[in-house]
């Protein structure tokens, strides 16, 4: 996924944390 606007989403870090936890 790539980071809008230079900046990651906070929804979007959330997933990427929880699909690299599980």
């Not at 990427?16 to 599980?22: C, G, I, M, R």
């Amino acid at each position: 996924m790539k980071a809008t606007g230079g900046k990651a989403n906070p929804k979007v870090i959330s997933e990427l944390l929880t699909k690299k936890l599980s």
